[in-house]
């Protein structure tokens, strides 16, 4: 060996560590991603507090409580306690809770978050190896397994839906409920006394009874899609402001533009997702056809375009267009779930052709199919798509 | 003038903070006290055949051992002093290699022996080759001979010669540093080597951040056949395969080098060896480093003879506060070493001195894609991953050849993945199986 003289260092020399390259912390990692998910969900969750009361702190709190105790659980059980499987086990209780109605029974939350974690995760290896987005597989599961405690009668009134009215935001008793039979909007209507809170279809319901011709017009001079909209739909600001009935997450649809856009910043969401959903859903909603009179009379023609509608100098096809996207599930799915890294695609070509499918088929379910939960069926057939969507778009290597 | 034309970058990579001009003092001489220990084996090359002994007295550039085959350089004493030994030492990328160490005589300066007489002012392709070897001049962009890669161009024309200065990840500087002080010697050693080959172009890449040594190299190119490439310094610019990308578009195929592409990249360093070999016929003994890290007293760049151990190094530039981790090379890419024994070579670029050690702890891969958003050649180093662990037997549909080992990878994993180790074992392992199939009918 050769004889260099160490005597003269310091003894602390003896012991150096070494490890790979690169030598530096990195700037990044997956905790400080979910926090932050956890911190911009707080955003839809105020709204929803103010619009449900506080019984959707209850439904979020139980959902979070189920999804974390249940992962404990397996943890201990499997002896393998992981503070990031925690922290991101949290983060999908939370997402959970904001798919659910506030006012619904307290076993439903809890159901979701064991289902969401024990086999929406950990069954399939937890972080980084399931395939279905948890929250919204935990969602599905407990729409499939109670029906009758989330889906309303689809051509009445929801019974699980209602939403506090106008002096009772925050406070109000969601079961204090009013059916609304003249509902012309939430600024608008008064609310009959000894009541907090309206009972009236919700938005995404009113577009579905559009496509299946079920909204009738009332004036005739009017052109069908201004009637219907006039008469059944509440105000567009209504929906942007989410002040309608639905889940405790899914309806204001600025806190959920200002959380995306702020994970946008932090590079935890790739605006190729919410660009492309928003883009193709409303596309979709441009072009899918609508039908103006009930089947069966001879006036059930599809209106196709219905985008294209301006009667009177009215631009009631936009406005149309509009109540797709900030109505149901689209921006919480587009802002908040789809961009989950594990189950979209890798590539941001990938995640373009898998945010265009989502929002494209998600509008379509709606219209035509599924009265409630159309986001989280079109999301987790997304997501089983992935693989595939993974192989074509792969990145062209340098010299090949 | 090229430099006002707008140059292409690459996709990917990574943006560390810049200086905007070439930082640093002067480059200091560590003149060293311990023993040296000179290995007789660097890089690639097989081990040379000591041709002192123990006890003789040796001359700085006297050669002290001699290549005993083709692809083998000889070794040749930095300083003057006496031959303790024949032994062996420890560098950064070798165990265990063959040395002679060498005790430094500060009072008996003998002199200076050189290799040959002073070549003419454009010598041919053949004695600047024969030069070359004699001199043991190494090419540390990607430590070969350098004599080795001139040979090929008398299979295949070499069209570009590239010079580049760009040191894009912190906190190298040693090679902007040489350049700001001996620019003239830069470019006439860049267009000796580039009249020799026949190359129809002569670059020199320098960082568009140094603005100083851009206006000040442009005034030097002014008639001269060499054109300045000012480039953004985004990490890995400075990678031969990406510059060669940059600069001319040509793309190199995965598994192969810049040559087999028509380009000699060159580092300052290796020039001003190659211009030394031919003008005074000095051996490529020294090398000029860049000593940084928060736990170095006195970081700058410093030049030191090879055989010099890091303790040596150490002792020279100080240090403050307690020392966790020692690094040979740079943040990105360089190598941790577990003692000081380990001696500077012709190839080591950097010393770091870190009184920080970390260690990522692991989670699973959440496809996030920032590997492959920051990867430069466009690999997908997630899936080099799980090709490894999974022990696949061919990977070549992921291209591993093609990892230049930058290491952006493993720097932007928020899972905190091995993901340049596992890319280094796939290439590897690929090498060796293109390299079998090479020699089997």
Redesign the interface.
């Given at each position: 060996?050769?004889?260099?003289?160490?005597n003269?260092?310091?003894q602390?020399?003896a012991r150096?560590?070494?490890?790979?390259?690169?030598?530096?912390?990195?700037a990044?990692?997956?905790t400080?991603?979910i926090w932050t998910y956890i911190a911009m969900a707080c955003l839809p969750l105020g709204a929803g507090l103010a619009v449900y009361g506080l019984a959707a702190a209850r439904v979020v709190g139980l959902s979070m409580v189920a999804a974390v105790l249940t992962q404990r659980l397996i943890g201990a059980a499997k002896r393998q306690p992981?503070r990031?499987e925690i922290t991101h086990s949290a983060m999908m209780g939370m997402l959970l809770g904001l798919t659910l109605p506030a006012a619904t029974a307290w076993y439903i939350p809890i159901a979701a978050g064991a289902i969401a974690v024990a086999v929406g995760k950990v069954a399939f290896?937890?972080?980084?190896?399931y395939f279905w987005h948890p929250a919204a597989l935990g969602r599905i599961a407990v729409q499939v397994l109670f029906p009758e405690k989330l889906s309303p009668d689809l051509w009445t009134h929801g019974t699980n839906w209602p939403f506090l009215a106008r002096g009772h935001l925050l406070t109000g008793d969601l079961s204090r409920t009013c059916v609304a039979d003249h509902y012309v909007g939430w600024q608008n209507t008064p609310l009959p006394g000894g009541f907090d809170a309206w009972l009236a279809p919700r938005p995404e319901q009113i577009l579905r009874w559009l496509a299946d011709g079920r909204a009738e017009p009332t004036g005739s001079a009017d052109h069908p899609l201004l009637a219907a909209i006039r008469d059944a739909l509440p105000p567009w600001q209504d929906t942007v402001l989410g002040l309608t009935g639905g889940g405790i997450g899914e309806g204001c649809a600025i806190a959920l533009m200002v959380a995306a856009i702020y994970l946008m910043y932090r590079h935890h969401l790739r605006w190729q997702i919410v660009v492309g959903v928003l883009t193709a859903a409303a596309a979709a909603a441009a072009v899918l056809p609508i039908r103006l009179a009930p089947e069966g009379s001879g006036d059930g023609s599809w209106l196709w375009l219905p985008v294209l509608a301006w009667p009177e100098g009215l631009p009631a096809g936009p406005i149309y267009v509009l109540y797709h996207l900030t109505c149901g599930d689209l921006m919480l799915v587009a802002c908040l779930l789809a961009g989950e890294?594990?189950t979209?695609p890798?590539?941001?070509r990938g995640q373009i052709i898998f945010a265009l499918a989502l929002g494209a088929l998600t509008v379509f379910l709606r219209m035509y199919a599924l009265p409630v939960c159309a986001g989280y069926w079109a999301l987790l057939a997304m997501n089983t798509v992935v693989p595939l969507i993974d192989r074509r778009t792969?990145?062209?290597?340098?010299?090949? | 003038m090229s430099l006002f034309r707008r140059r292409p970058s690459f996709r990917g990579g990574y943006w560390f903070a810049q200086p905007h001009d070439v930082p640093g003092e002067p480059i200091g001489e560590i003149s060293p006290t311990?023993?040296?220990?000179v290995p007789l084996a660097d890089g690639s090359c097989p081990a040379a055949s000591p041709v002192v002994e123990a006890g003789q007295a040796v001359a700085p550039g006297q050669l002290i051992a001699r290549s005993q085959d083709q692809d083998g350089l000889p070794a040749h004493a930095p300083v003057s002093g006496n031959v303790?030994?024949i032994?062996?030492?420890d560098t950064a990328d070798a165990c265990d290699v063959p040395?002679i160490?060498i005790e430094p005589d500060p009072v008996r300066r003998a002199d200076a022996q050189s290799v040959g007489t002073p070549l003419p002012d454009r010598p041919g392709l053949d004695k600047l080759i024969e030069r070359f070897e004699a001199a043991a001049v190494i090419n540390t962009v990607d430590n070969e001979p350098l004599h080795q890669q001139l040979a090929r161009a008398r299979q295949r024309p070499i069209h570009h010669v590239i010079v580049n200065s760009i040191e894009s990840q912190p906190p190298l500087v040693a090679q902007r540093r040489q350049l700001a002080e001996r620019p003239t010697d830069v470019l006439d050693a860049a267009e000796m080597i580039g009249h020799a080959i026949g190359a129809r172009r002569l670059w020199l890449a320098i960082s568009n951040t140094a603005g100083g040594l851009v206006r000040s190299l442009q005034q030097r190119c002014g008639g001269r056949p060499t054109r300045l490439a000012a480039l953004a310094p985004k990490y890995p610019q400075e990678s031969p395969?990406i510059l060669v990308?940059t600069l001319l578009g040509l793309?190199?195929?995965?598994g192969?080098n810049t040559l087999d592409a028509g380009v000699l990249v060159l580092d300052v360093g290796t020039a001003l060896a190659a211009g030394r070999a031919t003008r005074n016929g000095q051996p490529h003994t020294h090398r000029v480093l860049t000593v940084a890290g928060d736990a170095a007293e006195r970081p700058g760049c410093y030049r030191v003879a090879v055989g010099t151990?890091l303790?040596?190094v150490?002792?020279h530039v100080g240090?403050r506060g307690?020392?966790?981790?020692?690094?040979v090379?740079g943040?990105?890419?360089?190598?941790?070493?577990?003692?000081?024994?380990t001696?500077v070579t012709r190839t080591t670029s950097a010393v770091?001195f870190?009184s920080?050690?970390?260690?990522?702890r692991p989670?699973?891969?959440?496809?996030?894609?920032?590997c492959?958003?920051h990867c430069?050649?466009?690999?997908?180093p997630?899936s080099l991953l799980s090709a490894f662990e999974l022990d696949q037997a061919d990977a070549s549909e992921l291209?591993p050849e093609?990892c230049i080992e930058c290491?952006v990878c493993?720097?932007?994993?928020?899972?905190?993945l091995?993901l340049?180790?596992a890319a280094q074992r796939l290439k590897a392992r690929a090498g060796v199986r293109r390299a079998a199939e090479a020699t089997s009918p």
């Amino acid at each position: 060996m050769s004889r260099v003289n160490q005597n003269r260092l310091p003894q602390a020399l003896a012991r150096l560590h070494i490890g790979a390259a690169p030598h530096l912390v990195p700037a990044v990692s997956y905790t400080e991603s979910i926090w932050t998910y956890i911190a911009m969900a707080c955003l839809p969750l105020g709204a929803g507090l103010a619009v449900y009361g506080l019984a959707a702190a209850r439904v979020v709190g139980l959902s979070m409580v189920a999804a974390v105790l249940t992962q404990r659980l397996i943890g201990a059980a499997k002896r393998q306690p992981g503070r990031t499987e925690i922290t991101h086990s949290a983060m999908m209780g939370m997402l959970l809770g904001l798919t659910l109605p506030a006012a619904t029974a307290w076993y439903i939350p809890i159901a979701a978050g064991a289902i969401a974690v024990a086999v929406g995760k950990v069954a399939f290896g937890g972080i980084g190896h399931y395939f279905w987005h948890p929250a919204a597989l935990g969602r599905i599961a407990v729409q499939v397994l109670f029906p009758e405690k989330l889906s309303p009668d689809l051509w009445t009134h929801g019974t699980n839906w209602p939403f506090l009215a106008r002096g009772h935001l925050l406070t109000g008793d969601l079961s204090r409920t009013c059916v609304a039979d003249h509902y012309v909007g939430w600024q608008n209507t008064p609310l009959p006394g000894g009541f907090d809170a309206w009972l009236a279809p919700r938005p995404e319901q009113i577009l579905r009874w559009l496509a299946d011709g079920r909204a009738e017009p009332t004036g005739s001079a009017d052109h069908p899609l201004l009637a219907a909209i006039r008469d059944a739909l509440p105000p567009w600001q209504d929906t942007v402001l989410g002040l309608t009935g639905g889940g405790i997450g899914e309806g204001c649809a600025i806190a959920l533009m200002v959380a995306a856009i702020y994970l946008m910043y932090r590079h935890h969401l790739r605006w190729q997702i919410v660009v492309g959903v928003l883009t193709a859903a409303a596309a979709a909603a441009a072009v899918l056809p609508i039908r103006l009179a009930p089947e069966g009379s001879g006036d059930g023609s599809w209106l196709w375009l219905p985008v294209l509608a301006w009667p009177e100098g009215l631009p009631a096809g936009p406005i149309y267009v509009l109540y797709h996207l900030t109505c149901g599930d689209l921006m919480l799915v587009a802002c908040l779930l789809a961009g989950e890294t594990v189950t979209n695609p890798i590539t941001p070509r990938g995640q373009i052709i898998f945010a265009l499918a989502l929002g494209a088929l998600t509008v379509f379910l709606r219209m035509y199919a599924l009265p409630v939960c159309a986001g989280y069926w079109a999301l987790l057939a997304m997501n089983t798509v992935v693989p595939l969507i993974d192989r074509r778009t792969q990145p062209r290597v340098l010299g090949t | 003038m090229s430099l006002f034309r707008r140059r292409p970058s690459f996709r990917g990579g990574y943006w560390f903070a810049q200086p905007h001009d070439v930082p640093g003092e002067p480059i200091g001489e560590i003149s060293p006290t311990a023993p040296l220990a000179v290995p007789l084996a660097d890089g690639s090359c097989p081990a040379a055949s000591p041709v002192v002994e123990a006890g003789q007295a040796v001359a700085p550039g006297q050669l002290i051992a001699r290549s005993q085959d083709q692809d083998g350089l000889p070794a040749h004493a930095p300083v003057s002093g006496n031959v303790i030994e024949i032994g062996r030492a420890d560098t950064a990328d070798a165990c265990d290699v063959p040395a002679i160490v060498i005790e430094p005589d500060p009072v008996r300066r003998a002199d200076a022996q050189s290799v040959g007489t002073p070549l003419p002012d454009r010598p041919g392709l053949d004695k600047l080759i024969e030069r070359f070897e004699a001199a043991a001049v190494i090419n540390t962009v990607d430590n070969e001979p350098l004599h080795q890669q001139l040979a090929r161009a008398r299979q295949r024309p070499i069209h570009h010669v590239i010079v580049n200065s760009i040191e894009s990840q912190p906190p190298l500087v040693a090679q902007r540093r040489q350049l700001a002080e001996r620019p003239t010697d830069v470019l006439d050693a860049a267009e000796m080597i580039g009249h020799a080959i026949g190359a129809r172009r002569l670059w020199l890449a320098i960082s568009n951040t140094a603005g100083g040594l851009v206006r000040s190299l442009q005034q030097r190119c002014g008639g001269r056949p060499t054109r300045l490439a000012a480039l953004a310094p985004k990490y890995p610019q400075e990678s031969p395969v990406i510059l060669v990308h940059t600069l001319l578009g040509l793309a190199v195929p995965p598994g192969h080098n810049t040559l087999d592409a028509g380009v000699l990249v060159l580092d300052v360093g290796t020039a001003l060896a190659a211009g030394r070999a031919t003008r005074n016929g000095q051996p490529h003994t020294h090398r000029v480093l860049t000593v940084a890290g928060d736990a170095a007293e006195r970081p700058g760049c410093y030049r030191v003879a090879v055989g010099t151990s890091l303790a040596d190094v150490c002792e020279h530039v100080g240090l403050r506060g307690p020392l966790r981790r020692v690094v040979v090379g740079g943040v990105m890419t360089g190598l941790a070493v577990s003692d000081l024994h380990t001696v500077v070579t012709r190839t080591t670029s950097a010393v770091l001195f870190l009184s920080q050690s970390w260690c990522g702890r692991p989670i699973a891969c959440v496809r996030c894609g920032a590997c492959m958003d920051h990867c430069p050649v466009g690999l997908a180093p997630a899936s080099l991953l799980s090709a490894f662990e999974l022990d696949q037997a061919d990977a070549s549909e992921l291209y591993p050849e093609a990892c230049i080992e930058c290491g952006v990878c493993s720097l932007v994993c928020p899972s905190h993945l091995p993901l340049l180790l596992a890319a280094q074992r796939l290439k590897a392992r690929a090498g060796v199986r293109r390299a079998a199939e090479a020699t089997s009918p």
